[in-house]
């Protein structure tokens, strides 16, 4: 049973940064794409960023570009988020998200991870 628990999440001011963790167990982690969604108060949950199986390959949507990292310990089974020059913008509950995808080279699109954390809340006052 695939088990996503993120963690991380708080309160900053504009400007700050903070580093989200997820720890995945119940699976081969070493063959799952993973990313990482947001959902802001009455908006679609999007996609932020996702990470191929030996972490070599990533993708940033592009609000998140050039101020957030993601990075992934196949040792440690986790996940991580690096989000440096927070605005408010960036306020939302943050979910970390998994699929399968051995054999590809590419992480899968957004709309393909089916595995979900429960999300933490990331918020940011101006």
């Known amino acids: 049973q695939v088990q996503l628990v993120e963690s991380g999440g708080g309160s900053v001011q504009a400007g700050g940064s903070l580093r989200l963790s997820c720890e995945a167990s119940g699976y081969n982690y070493r063959i799952a794409c993973m990313g990482w969604f947001r959902q802001a108060p009455g908006k679609a949950r999007e996609g932020v960023a996702t990470?191929?199986?030996?972490?070599?390959?990533?993708y940033y949507a592009d609000s998140v570009k050039g101020r957030f990292t993601i990075s992934r310990d196949n040792v440690k089974n986790t996940l991580y988020l690096q989000m440096t020059t927070l605005s408010p913008e960036d306020t939302a509950v943050y979910y970390c998200?998994?699929?399968?995808?051995?054999?590809?080279?590419?992480?899968?699109?957004?709309?393909?991870?089916?595995?979900w954390g429960r999300g933490t809340q990331v918020t940011v006052s101006s």
């Open positions: 990470i191929s199986t030996g972490g070599g390959t990533t």
């Open positions: 998200a998994a699929q399968f995808c051995l054999g590809r080279a590419n992480p899968p699109p957004f709309k393909e991870y089916n595995y």
